[in-house]
């Protein structure tokens, strides 16, 4: 109790407290590195959740739809900022969630309650991709308004009109076997991948209720680079160049 007879705060008293204990412990050098290290790596935690959160996700690729630009088991960094605020282009390669019907059954495997909270834990932290196989990655072909077709008489696809040289598309492919025509709906995308004879992109699901195109709601984001293993490891072009003629809708 003060002079005046008011009680001292209760709380400042439990900081005050605290502050000495905290002081007194660093004293420790033992003591000073293992607080240290908890704030390093606590405040590490931190920011990979939020980076993952706000910026980027890993992914592995599952199948071999996008040869060669991307291998089975290759790791990708997606920029989880497009389409809201960064714009998807002609050519970008995007992560999306299935539009309804694409994957069909994803195959589910028995796992231990250690494998699920450890699936848990390294994949809120961005260091595994569990929920990979739930995902498909494509190149955008179409952009909302434009009209997307098979073939000209050189066996390429017109967009817009106006025939284009598709540079990315594995070699010994051809762009499509399948004659189509389709104009792209407002908010979504015509998606393909560069393995065009073993990728059910797009042209595949032309009878499902999407139509074959993805809406913005289901895009994860824009793959980035290639991360994983190093001797593939590359940044991932829109190759803008093969688009240059393209006119707007």
Not at 69 to 85: C, F, G, K, S, Y
Not at 173 to 197: A, C, H, L
Not at 229 to 240: A, D
Request: hydrophobic content about 45%.
């Amino acid at each position: 109790m003060q002079e005046s007879g008011e009680l001292r705060p209760r709380n400042a008293t439990t900081i005050s407290s605290i502050r000495r204990f905290i002081k007194n412990a660093k004293k420790n050098w033992f003591v000073a590195f293992l607080f240290d290290f908890v704030i390093i790596v606590g405040t590490a935690l931190v920011l990979s959740v939020a980076i993952k959160a706000f910026l980027i996700r890993s992914f592995y690729i599952p199948s071999g739809s996008m040869m060669d630009t991307l291998q089975i088991n290759d790791r990708i960094i997606v920029n989880v900022m497009a389409p809201e605020l960064m714009p998807l282009e002609h050519g970008d390669v995007v992560v999306f969630r299935d539009p309804g019907g694409w994957l069909g059954a994803v195959p589910t495997e028995d796992k231990t309650s250690w494998q699920e909270f450890s699936d848990f834990v390294l994949g809120t932290f961005g260091i595994t991709a569990p929920d990979s196989a739930e995902h498909l990655v494509k190149r955008v072909i179409g952009l909302p308004g434009d009209t997307i077709e098979c073939c000209d008489a050189e066996g390429r696809l017109l967009v817009n009109g106006v025939p284009i040289d598709e540079v990315y598309v594995r070699p010994g492919s051809i762009p499509s076997e399948i004659e189509f025509k389709v104009t792209v709906p407002e908010g979504s995308y015509w998606v393909m991948g560069d393995n065009r004879q073993n990728s059910t992109d797009s042209r595949y699901h032309l009878d499902l209720p999407s139509g074959g195109f993805v809406n913005q709601e289901f895009v994860v984001g824009r793959a980035i680079l290639v991360s994983w293993p190093v001797e593939n490891w590359i940044f991932l072009e829109n190759f803008s160049e093969v688009f240059n003629d393209v006119p707007k809708p």
